[in-house]
């Protein structure tokens, strides 16, 4: 019998949400240049001297948890271009208290690190594909590697990993014509596909609300094609709002553009380099990097943590879809100025 596992007190946001997801970036470098991501011909980019070693990102982690967050995600820039990534993801698995340990990965380097990543504890995979073409993959991604893509899902599911989830941005005139392939392709491999709308953050400086697939117009391609589909009943607090196919395939559609999801939103963000931002749109964040390698006890980081937290009044999607006029977030001037607005940066 396993012994019962205390539970951390609940800190709740100004909006009564509770500090229980934290999304960890590890690195902000990239191996694609994604035109809805890092469309720029230039970067700056983080100082690798001011990038968390191994035992400050999971030191950070461990507080997070004693403070109510149960579920960490990996995430970049791309995560698995950081070398040593099996052997942080081994130290935070440790942590009884977390239930739910995942990556998101563009999946170029899967192939040669999915065993690696399954036997040091990672619990889940979820791997970006916008297009099951390969000439569109290289448009879009400008690297002629959508077979690697495909190689290391299938690494994925060899190596023991479950619930394979596919994430896909649709953006109208590119891909919204292969929403029922991506939905045909995640049957064949058994993986749920999550349709993900454009939107205006960090680097997407080409943003535009027209080139926006919204949520009610996936549904509607995809009634037209499959028929009846009804939403399935969740916990509330997942980003993504998951429906059911009649012969009972689920899918998922992440609608932060069009139908923000703000007041059930439980994430927070740590970038490479330990700046904790509270929001995706934030355009600030609390560096507790600075703290930390100052000699910073345990108990005056948890306190900056739950000062931030419960100070927390964020609603960034809501705010942006009320705008009359509605461009991208911040310039490309901006970014260069400020990289840690780059959703590469802090992983989104």
Not at 21 to 27: A, E, F, I, Q, Y
Not at 205 to 232: A, C
Not at 267 to 287: F, V
């Amino acid at each position: 019998m396993k012994p019962s596992i205390e539970h951390p007190p609940t800190f709740l946001d100004l909006l009564s949400r509770p500090l229980r997801s934290l999304r960890l970036s590890v690195t902000d470098r990239c191996n694609l240049r994604c035109q809805y991501c890092m469309p720029e011909e230039e970067y700056v980019w983080l100082p690798r001297k001011e990038i968390l070693t191994l035992e400050e990102a999971s030191g950070l982690v461990d507080i997070f948890v004693e403070l109510g967050v149960n579920k960490v995600r990996l995430t970049g820039g791309e995560p698995l271009v950081r070398r040593d990534l099996a052997a942080l993801v081994k130290m935070i698995a440790r942590n009884p208290r977390i239930e739910d340990l995942a990556i998101t990965t563009n999946g170029l380097l899967l192939a040669e690190s999915a065993q690696a990543l399954y036997d040091a504890g990672l619990h889940r995979v979820t791997v970006s594909l916008d297009t099951l073409r390969p000439d569109r993959f290289t448009a879009l991604t400008r690297k002629d590697s959508h077979a690697k893509v495909l190689n290391g899902i299938e690494a994925a599911q060899r190596a023991g990993f479950k619930g394979l989830k596919i994430d896909s941005v649709i953006m109208r005139g590119v891909n919204d014509d292969e929403l029922a392939d991506l939905l045909e392709f995640g049957k064949q491999i058994n993986a749920e596909i999550r349709f993900i709308e454009y939107m205006d953050v960090g680097g997407a400086t080409h943003w535009s609300m027209e080139k926006v697939f919204s949520r009610t117009e996936i549904l509607e391609v995809l009634m037209r094609q499959y028929g009846r589909i009804e939403p399935v009943a969740s916990e509330g607090w997942a980003p993504a709002d998951q429906f059911v196919l009649p012969d009972g395939t689920v899918f998922g559609i992440v609608a932060s553009t069009t139908t923000p999801f703000c007041r059930t939103c439980d994430r927070s963000r740590l970038t490479a380099d330990g700046r904790w931002y509270l929001c995706l749109y934030a355009q600030h964040g609390i560096d507790l990097r600075a703290p930390l390698r100052a000699g910073a006890s345990k108990a005056e980081l948890m306190s900056m943590i739950v000062s931030g937290w419960t100070k927390r009044s964020d609603r960034g999607a809501e705010e942006r879809n009320e705008l009359r006029l509605r461009d991208a977030l911040v310039s490309v001037e901006e970014l260069r100025q400020d990289p840690h607005l780059e959703m590469h940066t802090r992983g989104g």
